[in-house]
């Protein structure tokens, strides 16, 4: 693996979070060890059936989990700094300053009882200390930046004056308002009609340009990946299966688990995009099988995949995976689709 | 919406409808009402009069015809004790009461957000614990035992406030405090719970993501909408204190509509007995209504939002 | 808050039975007594609760200066002995709570399982009595249902029930709602038995759960209200002892510091009351988890 020049802008070693349950004793493992890393403008996609555990993900990052989630182990480092040792009001001047996050439900993340130019203007009085009339006049420019025709009259409505699509936009105005230097989606347009979600799809990747932002985009929409991301990590039961360059793994995905997933889209542009037909149902978080969280649906198992849980493996270029198809010692899986590296 | 609103209100007059149906039934169904109608101590001749002049040896339904006619031409009758229209005697009381409900519910909101908002964002934890006892305690204290007890100990013992009576601020602080207190249980317990939704949903979540402070988060985001519900309960509540101080006016000699129904009761005056009930009813039933008919004006909004 | 404090606030918290999981001992305890009280008034009772001697008034419980054995709790204005009231207070409120939450129980389930079951104009005609009484401030209606009546023992039992059967029907009806969908019941509807029979074998038994938790949580209330009437005069009757009219009289007293007759009655109706709830939100979490709205 070549290293790249620059050093990550966000990167995560190890890192597990746990639910655990009032008394203690039932415990979901929602993220579990995953390392992963990012450079400054870069886009991830992080892909992965419901309850896989991307949006517990996206909350550890920003330290922001319901009460019963623990961070119980790992790193992670944003801009050279550790997160998991900042204090809660070093945490609170990270958040919405330099790591900003869209939620999967855009439309009920306004409140309706305050304006918009209100919720706009809120971060930046808050990080940069702005009057109140030079953050509403920014609160303007931002609107303006999402595209809302005639913000100055916009900033004054409530969010139920505005038609869905505006209301995501300004969201992501929300997100941008303080230019932070990572962005992250979780699942921004599932609540989206297609034209809608292909606009705002564009509008994020011209944000993403003009202010060179990093992003991580949480979704179970492998079209949408392929159209926005550079690198792709595949969750599956809280770990990370594979990830690496979005072009390798949907060229030449390593784990079983991945191939399934591809398998499964019917045709990008369809509009069936969704993932849906993976054989076998997902495992209950709180009871997962022995060994590899995978093996009961993998058409590939064998003893070993029962018995331990794969570590990571390298798979080829930048790639990993953690799939003991991929351990060193063994002779390199033959399976008939599976392109040379 | 139109269509609600119309159903709505037609409800509202079945109810009223019910209303009258059922405090003419009482009355005419048990016993002789003749005997009720008139003034403790009146002559045979005076009770065949009353008979006569009601119409009670005609069929009932000529009865609530007349009943109804009456009513809607606000004609309550005439207190025997008084000597006046009862919807007279009525409305002079009614700003007493209103005055004492103010009170009480400024009280009971000025216990019951406080300690709600406390217990929902200390969840499971003492202040929880605490929310709760005071809630039960609220629910098991009779109120007018919680205004003697006060007398007791602030007109008694202490010396510092009037025992009974009205006319002054000092007169006003215990009849509030006792009527208050129940509802300031109930007050309580709905900010707790609708504070815990609001605290769930998205727009506390995108607050918290950029990054605010959380006395912002609480105080402005979470605040503003938990309370709401708070606000349309307090708003209801209003009217029914007026029509639940009976025990607390007693207690405190307040000459509002409860004092004027316990006058009606001490003087077998019945006609007054009959207004209360019938104008209290009455009064429950149309704030229902506003509040369902508000919450319909603002229901898209809010299922838009969803 | 540490770990050992929490766990002995938690410990304290059960043991008063104010947390739902556990049992609630003491306040079953309270009810067991002033049931027993209630059963065993005549051989607990020193003195005759209705008849006092004049030249006995207002004297103050026994560790009081002025105090004396003979009237532990003190006597009133008529000089009758303060404890032989309480005790039977607790018959008349232990007879009238009982008696009325019973009445309402029965009448409110029948009504709400016939307006639930049967549907069309009966379910019209109960459920519009009902929303419409509902509407009407308890307290208010029973004064003037007595008013209507008059002031007896047993009036009042009757105008309770009548006040508070539509909470029952309300619930009742809500519950056979769902229960008309379940299986067994159209299993019943098809093996052609006749709606008597329904309600009677598969409705009833399956909402008593949810009428015995509502009866419970019921008492407390039908207890103050009961309270009220009395202190107001259309209640139970003097010389009768009801808690309420000890309380009603005691006021008389009041000015002058006579404070047992005005502390000691409440406190047997908050113990009661309290007691009452505390088992009914209990039983409710145990026999009814969806009734937890209440």
């Known amino acids: 693996m070549t290293s790249p020049p620059s050093p990550p802008l966000l990167e995560l070693r190890g890192v597990s979070t746990h639910y655990v349950s009032a008394r203690g004793a039932r415990v979901v493992r929602a993220v579990d060890e995953v390392s992963l890393s990012l450079r400054a403008g870069e886009t991830l996609g992080v892909v992965g059936e419901s309850g896989s555990g991307k949006s517990t993900l996206a909350l550890t990052i920003l330290r922001l989990l319901p009460p019963a989630a623990k961070i119980v182990g790992g790193e992670i480092r944003f801009e050279g700094e550790d997160l998991l040792t900042k204090s809660d009001a070093q945490m609170r001047r990270i958040r919405g300053k330099r790591i900003a996050m869209i939620l999967q439900d855009p439309m009920a993340s306004l409140n309706p009882l305050f304006t918009v130019g209100d919720q706009v203007a809120e971060p930046l009085r808050v990080h940069e200390g702005l009057s109140r009339s030079d953050a509403w006049s920014r609160a303007r420019e931002l609107l303006q930046a999402v595209r809302i025709p005639a913000p100055e009259a916009r900033v004054g409505e409530y969010p139920h004056q505005m038609s869905g699509g505006m209301r995501q936009r300004i969201v992501g105005a929300i997100a941008i308002s303080c230019e932070p230097r990572l962005l992250i989606a979780d699942e921004p347009t599932t609540s989206l009609d297609l034209t809608i979600q292909a606009q705002y799809l564009n509008l994020l990747r011209e944000l993403q340009r003009a202010h060179h932002l990093a992003m991580i985009f949480i979704t179970h929409n492998l079209g949408i990946v392929a159209r926005m991301c550079d690198q792709v990590a595949i969750m599956y039961a809280g770990r990370l299966v594979e990830s690496g360059p979005v072009k390798r793994i949907f060229n030449a995905p390593a784990h079983p688990y991945t191939r399934a997933l591809l398998a499964s889209i019917p045709r990008v542009g369809s509009g069936q995009e969704r993932l849906t037909a993976v054989e076998g149902q997902p495992p209950d978080p709180a009871a997962l099988p022995a060994g590899c969280a995978f093996h009961p649906r993998c058409p590939q198992s064998h003893a070993k995949c029962v018995e331990e849980a794969p570590p990571e493996f390298a798979a080829g270029d930048g790639q990993i995976t953690r799939c003991w198809l991929w351990a060193p010692d063994r002779a390199a899986p033959s399976w008939p689709s599976r392109s040379p590296a | ?306 | 808050m540490n770990g050992s404090r929490a766990a002995a606030l938690t410990l304290a918290w059960r043991f008063a039975a104010l947390r739902t999981g556990g049992f609630p001992v003491i306040p079953t305890l309270i009810i067991g007594i002033i049931a027993a009280v209630a059963v065993f008034a005549d051989v607990l009772a020193p003195f005759d609760p209705e008849v006092g001697t004049l030249g006995a008034r207002f004297h103050p419980p026994f560790w009081q200066v002025g105090g004396d054995t003979q009237h532990l709790l003190g006597t009133d204005h008529l000089g009758r002995d303060v404890l032989s009231r309480l005790i039977f207070g607790a018959r008349i409120s232990m007879i009238v709570g009982f008696t009325a939450v019973i009445f309402a129980g029965v009448l409110g389930t029948a009504l709400g399982i016939l307006s639930g079951y049967l549907g069309g104009w009966v379910d019209q005609l109960i459920m519009r009595v009902t929303d419409t009484w509902l509407a009407l401030p308890a307290l208010t209606f029973a004064i003037f249902l007595a008013a209507v009546v008059g002031p007896s023992a047993m009036n009042i039992v009757i105008i309770l029930a009548a006040v508070y059967w539509t909470r029952y029907a309300r619930v009742i009806r809500g519950e056979v709602l769902s229960l008309k969908e379940r299986d067994f019941v159209r299993l019943a509807v098809v093996a052609g038995c006749s709606k008597r029979t329904i309600m009677r074998r598969h409705i009833l038994p399956n909402v008593l759960n949810s009428a015995i938790v509502l009866g419970t949580l019921m008492l407390g209330v039908v207890i103050v209200t009961e309270a009220s009437l009395s202190f107001l005069g259309v209640g139970v009757p003097p010389p009768k002892p009801a808690w309420g009219l000890m309380l009603a009289d005691g006021k008389k007293g009041l000015m002058a510091g006579y404070w047992w007759l005005t502390v000691l009655p409440g406190c047997c109706i908050v113990l009661m009351v309290l007691s009452a709830n505390l088992l009914g939100d209990w039983l409710r979490v145990k026999l009814d988890p969806q009734l937890r709205q209440l």
Not at chain 2, 41 to 68: C, E, H, K
Not at chain 2, 185 to 196: F, V, Y
């Open chain 2, 1 to 306: 919406m139109k269509r609600f609103i119309l159903r709505r209100m037609g409800y509202a007059l079945v109810s009223l409808f019910c209303l009258s149906l059922t405090i003419f039934a009482f009355v005419r169904l048990t016993g002789d009402p003749a005997v009720l109608l008139v003034e403790p101590g009146a002559s045979q001749a005076d009770i065949d009069a009353v008979r006569t002049q009601f119409g009670l040896d005609r069929p009932l339904w000529v009865q609530y015809g007349s009943f109804m006619s009456a009513l809607l031409r606000g004609d309550f009758g005439h207190s025997f004790y008084y000597r006046t229209p009862v919807l007279e005697l009525y409305l002079s009381r009614l700003p007493h009461s209103l005055l004492l409900a103010v009170a009480a519910m400024a009280f009971s909101l000025l216990i019951g957000i406080p300690t709600g908002i406390i217990a929902a964002v200390r969840v499971n934890r003492w202040w929880d614990s605490a929310g709760k006892i005071f809630a039960l305690l609220g629910l098991s204290m009779p109120s007018f035992w919680v205004g003697l007890l006060l007398i007791l100990f602030f007109s008694v013992y202490l010396g510092w406030l009037p025992s009974s009576g009205s006319g002054t601020a000092l007169h006003l602080i215990m009849p509030a405090f006792a009527l208050g207190w129940y509802f300031a249980a109930a007050h309580m317990r709905l900010t707790r719970s609708s504070m815990l939704d609001v605290l769930g949903s998205e727009y506390v979540k995108l607050a918290r993501l950029k990054g605010l402070p959380e006395a912002l988060v609480i105080g402005k985001h979470a605040f503003k909408n938990a309370l709401i519900p708070v606000m349309t309960l307090a708003g209801i509540n209003l009217v029914i204190m007026v029509n639940v101080a009976v025990v607390v006016e007693t207690v405190f000699a307040w000459p509002g509509i409860g004092r004027l129904l316990y006058e009606g009761i001490a003087f077998r005056d019945f006609p007054v007995v009959q207004a209360t009930v019938l104008l209290g009813g009455a009064m429950i039933i149309v704030v229902n209504l506003v509040v369902d008919v508000l919450y319909a004006v603002v229901d898209p909004r809010i299922r838009y939002e969803r």
